[in-house]
């Protein structure tokens, strides 16, 4: 019988992304308020991990893509993570894998929301960048340093991802 390559996206939550890295996004109680009162601050939620070099900011940008989509590379960086901020509203796909052996196994994926980003933890398993909306641009923080940081893997079928 042949394997399902169907995957259903759900709505991004912090705790179904939890084993695979951070949901970045100003919900639940803040941390304190700054700046007069006028700022909450929500401390501290990504856990930025890099084996060496330092943190550096870039900006992306990438074609607009729509639901169904066909996964057909995953990609990981073994020596840091990588978080993704989007600088507009629409929502982007996030795609990941936990590990099997040094291969991707079945994916997940979610949708996120307006005002969600993500970080992915060290060693994840990810889809690449795909924005499903008008807005395709995003500031990335992740490793800035020597070293081979990226690995990939094409399975021998691609996963087709549609909505929920």
């Known amino acids: 019988m042949a394997e399902d390559r169907t995957i259903r996206a759900r709505p991004l939550t912090a705790e179904a992304f939890a084993p695979f890295g951070d949901v970045l996004e100003a919900e639940g109680p803040h941390d304190w308020l700054i700046n007069q009162g006028r700022c909450a601050r929500f401390h501290d939620r990504a856990?930025?991990?890099f084996v060496d070099g330092r943190a550096g900011l870039s900006v992306f940008r990438a074609e607009s893509c729509a639901l169904p989509w066909?996964?057909?590379l995953l990609e990981r960086h073994p020596l840091g993570s990588q978080a993704f901020l989007p600088l507009s509203s629409d929502p982007f796909l996030v795609v990941v894998?936990?590990?099997?052996?040094?291969?991707?196994?079945?994916p997940v994926?979610?949708?996120?929301?307006?005002?969600?980003?993500v970080n992915y933890h060290?060693?994840?398993?990810?889809?690449?960048?795909?924005?499903?909306?008008?807005?395709?641009?995003?500031?990335?923080?992740?490793r800035i340093g020597e070293?081979?940081?990226?690995?990939?893997?094409?399975?021998d079928r691609p996963w087709r991802i549609v909505a929920k």
């Open 47 to 49: 856990r930025l991990e």
């Open 70 to 72: 066909e996964v057909g």
């Open 97 to 106: 894998a936990p590990d099997a052996g040094g291969v991707p196994d079945r």
């Open 109 to 117: 994926a979610f949708v996120t929301r307006s005002g969600q980003g």
């Open 122 to 142: 060290r060693g994840v398993w990810h889809g690449v960048l795909t924005p499903l909306g008008g807005g395709a641009v995003f500031a990335v923080v992740d």
């Open 147 to 155: 070293g081979h940081n990226l690995e990939e893997h094409r399975p």
